[in-house]
């Protein structure tokens, strides 16, 4: 079984990039989905 792990972000866009590629660099096959409740900022862009 894959893991997955669910992101709540809010103005994030700053960070959020960095905090997925550390994710993705672990040793082990996951899924990231980012949960980007309607930021100003653009977050869910990122």
Not at 8 to 36: F, G, H, K, M, Q
């Amino acid at each position: 079984m894959k893991p997955v792990v669910i992101v709540p972000t809010y103005n994030e866009r700053d960070s959020i990039d960095i905090l997925i590629d550390e994710l993705l660099a672990l040793p082990v096959n996951l899924s990231v989905i980012n949960v980007d409740d309607g930021s100003p900022d653009g977050t869910g862009e990122a």
